[in-house]
Structures are given as C-alpha cells and as structure tokens.
C-alpha cells in the first residue's frame, strides 16, 4: 500500500511563486521516476515535469526556464518550485511515481497518484 500525499498549492499572483512538496508513504522498497502532471478545464492532463531515480530531468516547453523539479529521496519526496507564475499555469497538479511496493515475499511497480492541487494564477 502506497500513499502520495501533496501539499503547497494555493493562490498566487502572475510573477509569484508556489513550491509544491509530494511525499510518498508506504511500504516503499525504492521509486523509480516521479513526476507532476496538471490538469485544466477543458484540457487534457499533460506531463509538467519529471526526474529520474538518477536526477535526469525533462520539462514541458510552456514551463522551462521557470519551474524547477527536484526529489529528496532519503524523504521519499519530490517537490516543484514554481516561479513566474501565468494565468496559464492555473490548474490541478498531480503527483506520480513509479514505486516499487511489496506483495508479500516480492516487490512489485505500481503507478502511484496523489489526490491532486489546486494552483490558481490570478491577480
């Protein structure tokens, strides 16, 4: 059993800055790639920005050069600092991990979601 349990979202003002937090819980044997995703009205959930086990990281063009993803892993969290905040980037945000969890004597991967952030870009 594998929780995601998200924090940090809220409202800023366009030009402001929101840092989200993500920490896994569990019966964690190790994760693999985190990642965040959103979702806005009338849209299709697109992937943000994601991290390997290894640090690599992608972003998403509308968000390069302003968010920044990173992942503690002796916390088991990955976190998203946002900075220069649009009306645009206003939308749910979604947590995901590829987690490696036990089932009885073996490991399995399971695709874990947090609940899901608002983020609200307003002025």
């Known amino acids: 059993q594998v929780q995601l349990v998200e924090s940090g979202g809220g409202l800023a003002q366009p030009g402001g800055s929101l840092r989200l937090s993500c920490a896994a819980s569990?019966?964690?044997?190790?994760?693999?790639?985190m990642g965040w995703y959103r979702q806005a009205p009338g849209k299709q959930r697109e992937l943000v920005a994601s991290?390997?086990?290894?640090?690599?990281?992608n972003y998403a063009d509308s968000v390069k050069g302003r968010f920044t993803i990173s992942r503690d892993n002796a916390k088991n969290t990955v976190y998203l600092q946002m900075n220069s905040l649009k009306p645009e980037d206003t939308a749910v945000y979604f947590c995901?991990?590829?987690?490696?969890?036990?089932?009885?004597?073996?490991?399995?991967?399971?695709?874990?979601w947090g609940q899901g952030t608002q983020v609200t870009v307003s002025s």
């Open positions: 569990g019966s964690i044997v190790s994760i693999r790639t």
């Open positions: 995901n991990a590829g987690v490696v969890t036990y089932d009885n004597y073996r490991g399995v991967v399971v695709d874990a």
């Open positions: 991290i390997t086990s290894g640090g690599s990281t």
